[in-house]
């Protein structure tokens, strides 16, 4: 278990310049850095793999940020332009040597309607069908594509991992794996233990942060559970702090942080570093 930070909490959008945080991460103890690419020709992946390997950090994984404009099931446009997108990334992952691109791959995020049941029967038709050509290549390139479960006030499409079963079996593809998220999970699942047991051998990335998105362990989320029901599953992918402050303001009014969570960002990481790899090694 490799324990990773990931970049929308200290910069977004993230470009070759944001490569000056990997000092600091590593200064502060992670193993690894989850890289959110908003815009794939703003970076230069064989670079920022340099800059990573310099000071002996990795890259887990890959987390995609899906505006209104990538969305598996919205219009011909944005289908495409989703499509090209995780295309992208995918092939970026490789570059970084990362195992994983991670985040809800679906849909675009803050897309919530009272669908009727036909509609969502033709909508989750249409997300299997753009992801067997997007698992296909993620597949030939030794990448696997996680789908992350959103709370309710984000998508209306995929809350619970049961919902990410449902789809993977769906999909009918290797390279389609589980990711899970304490906060999401917090939510929207009645246990996040039995949530991650639901997972099994299927689970392959795992963000940890506070039940308001602060740093873990800060709370009142039952860790040692999810402790136990990750060694039971024998989980041995990434372990990200995905948290947000007011200090990336893009990020901060996309995540809805309208005050000051934590006394710092610098806290979130390193007193959830710590916390974590007492709690979860």
Sequence with gaps: MKFGINSFLFTFPFTNDSAQWFKTFKKWGFDSVEIAIDDPAAIDPAY????????????????????????????????????????????????????VVAGPVYSAVGRRNAEEPKAKREQWRTVVKNLKPLCKHALNKGVEICVEPLNRFETDFINTVEQVLELIEDVGSPALKVHLDTFHMNIEQKFQADAIKKAGKLLRHFHACGCDRGTPGNDHIAWDEIAAALKKVKYDGGVVIESFTQDVKIIAAAAAIWRQIEPSREEIATKGLKFLRKTLA
């Design 48 to 99: 920022l793999r340099s800059e990573l390997d310099k000071v002996g950090l990795t890259c887990c994984s890959v987390c995609g940020a899906f505006g209104p404009d990538r969305d598996l099931r919205g219009t011909p446009e944005a289908q495409a332009n989703s499509s090209a997108y995780i295309t992208a990334l995918i092939d970026q992952a490789v570059v970084l040597g990362a195992p």
